[in-house]
């Protein structure tokens, strides 16, 4: 008997985004911001050359959104630290600029791993994990310390696969290990960055 496609994984990144602060918008606010956000994360993919066709169509998470990218040579993991997120943050301070009533901040967090899929859209224990990190409870906090346009988070994977290795614009000090998150019966702690430079940041795996 053969296996049913959904339960068969494909490998993505996953980048995961928040709009802080949302509840405190009335809904044609939100709806605004929702709209923004989109096109502010197609700008930022395609900054660094990741196109439609090497990803899937974003998400919505209501007041986020969940980005999957497939892997192909032409979206390389290390693009998205060093190309797509910057930009967002710079994209975010643009339109703060020139729409202060409709600025906002976003947490972000980027994982690897296997993803399923059915009807409803994409599902499985790693989406699970870049979910639990862009909602946990110290990037939050970490948002509220600063005045950066966005803080990022990164998986161990993430870490292990790419960071680690000091990729060609990508600062392996200006991340510590410092959000903890735990998924099931696992505890995860994931890597802080933030574009003021995260390297001062104090290291909480005590």
């Known amino acids: 008997m053969s296996t049913p496609a959904h339960h068969v994984p494909l490998h993505r990144v996953m980048v995961a985004v928040d709009i802080a602060g949302s509840t405190t918008r009335t809904n044609p606010a939100r709806a605004r911001l929702r709209t923004v956000l989109f096109e502010l994360l197609d700008e930022a993919f395609l900054a660094g050359g990741i196109t439609k066709k090497f990803r899937d169509g974003f998400v919505d998470r209501g007041d986020g959104a969940l980005c999957l990218v497939r892997p192909v040579d032409q979206a390389p993991k290390p693009v998205l630290l060093t190309t797509v997120v910057p930009t967002l943050a710079e994209l975010l301070d643009k339109h703060a600029e020139s729409h202060p009533e409709l600025a906002f901040r976003l947490r972000v967090a980027v994982h690897a791993g296997e993803v399923h899929y059915d009807s409803r859209g994409p599902y499985g224990e790693d989406v699970d994990i870049v979910c639990r990190f862009v909602d ?71």
């Open 136 to 206: 946990a409870r110290e990037l939050r906090r970490q948002l509220s310390v600063t005045t950066a346009p966005l803080v990022l988070v990164i998986s161990p994977e993430m870490h292990r696969s790419v960071v680690r290795h000091g990729y060609p614009g990508i600062d392996h000090t200006a991340y510590s290990q410092a959000v903890p998150i735990k998924v099931g019966t696992q505890r995860l702690r994931g890597w802080l960055h933030t574009p003021e430079g995260a390297g001062g940041q104090e290291d909480m795996t005590a």
